[in-house]
């Protein structure tokens, strides 16, 4: 299941009938059952909801760094980044993908100010990820993990 930003945002925690979801490089994960984390009043409820991958990498809380953009981050922040990931694969299941407004806004209005360099990061990730369609990167396919 593909989640738009606004329909992620519906399980962020405050509608206790509903899954928690946070997003880490643009895979949805349930995380419900660390409720305690992101559930309302939890430490890092702020990333409930969300494609929080940049706030992870940069190990910040910040309202500003709650974003799936991985524009300017460091080598050593999407290495941060990638152990937060295998921690998140090791704990919670996939449910889906966010897609970004990023990916829905290159699609609709390709725009120059968006660096070649990250166009390729996200369409490595969505290849990656979507098992039905046949991928640019048959190697990176080969290893989706969803
Ligand atoms: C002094 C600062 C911090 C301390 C002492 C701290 C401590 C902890 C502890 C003890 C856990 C539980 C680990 C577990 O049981 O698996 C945890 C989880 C977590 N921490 Fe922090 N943390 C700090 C700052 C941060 C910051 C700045 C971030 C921002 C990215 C962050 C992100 C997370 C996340 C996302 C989890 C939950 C992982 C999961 O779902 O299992 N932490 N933290």
Redesign the pocket.
Known sequence: MDFTADQLLQYNGTDPSKPIY?AVKGRVFD?TT?KS??GPGG??AM?AGKD?SR???????NDEDISSSLHGLTEKEIGVLDD?EK??EA??PVVGRFVSALISGMITMPDASVSAEILFKFFIQDSRMDSKKTSAFPGRNERKKM
């Not at 706030?55 to 809380?61: I, N």
Request: net charge positive.
């Open positions: 946070v995380v660390g984390f992101y430490s890092y990333f929080s706030a992870l990498a940069k190990m910040s809380k937060w921690k998140f704990k919670y």
